[in-house]
């Protein structure tokens, strides 16, 4: 089972994609999608939409998982967040992906084992449950956090 973890965010979109055999876990790939945040939306969520089309073409994933929404406490921003997620998970949609969403307690608590952990806390966790992993940046590890919490998870 190939697993796309997503990591949404209008500034930088996070991906991450393993490999699941029975309990065992392996990394395939990961990366970050980042807009110009001079260009007018409608061009950032293209492009959100494009590269996370072409890594769905790429890696072919059997499915794919993202963190649910949570609220800001400034509304621009849920807004912003909100059209980024659309824009990744229409990619998905297209490529008829199954799509799973995981609360960030629930992540972290897949990952490090408790819901209240910290961003470093699932860094390090990482590096121990995928073994020489080279991670192109914090959305990048967050959304590998995601496709590792789907593959313990079982897509719920």
Same mark, same amino acid.
């Given at each position: ?22 309990a +065992?876990?392996?990394?395939? =790939?990961?990366?970050?999608? *980042? ?6 939306? $409608? #061009? %950032? /969520?293209?492009h ?14 059997d499915?794919?998982?993202?963190e ?5 406490k ?10 980024? +997620?659309?824009?990744?998970? =229409?990619?998905?949609g297209? *490529? ?5 969403e995981? $609360? #960030? %307690? /629930? ?43 789907? =593959? ?5």
């Amino acid at each position: 089972m190939i697993i796309l973890g997503l990591d949404p965010s209008l500034s930088c979109t996070g991906w991450g994609i393993v490999r699941s055999e029975g309990a +065992r876990l392996s990394h395939v =790939a990961n990366g970050q999608v *980042a807009t110009d945040a001079g260009s007018p939306m $409608a #061009a %950032r /969520l293209h492009h959100l939409h494009d590269a996370i089309a072409a890594v769905i073409g790429t890696h072919a994933p059997d499915r794919a998982a993202v963190e649910e929404v949570f609220l800001n406490k400034n509304p621009q921003s849920t807004l912003k967040l909100a059209q980024a +997620r659309g824009a990744v998970l =229409a990619a998905c949609g297209r *490529a008829s992906l199954p799509v799973a969403e995981h $609360a #960030a %307690r /629930l992540v972290k608590k897949a990952v490090v084992g408790t819901g209240a952990a910290e961003k470093a806390q699932v860094q390090a966790m990482l590096k121990v449950l995928l073994p020489g992993v080279s991670v192109a940046g914090a959305d990048a590890a967050d959304a590998l956090a995601v496709a590792i919490a789907d =593959a313990h998870l079982g897509g719920s």
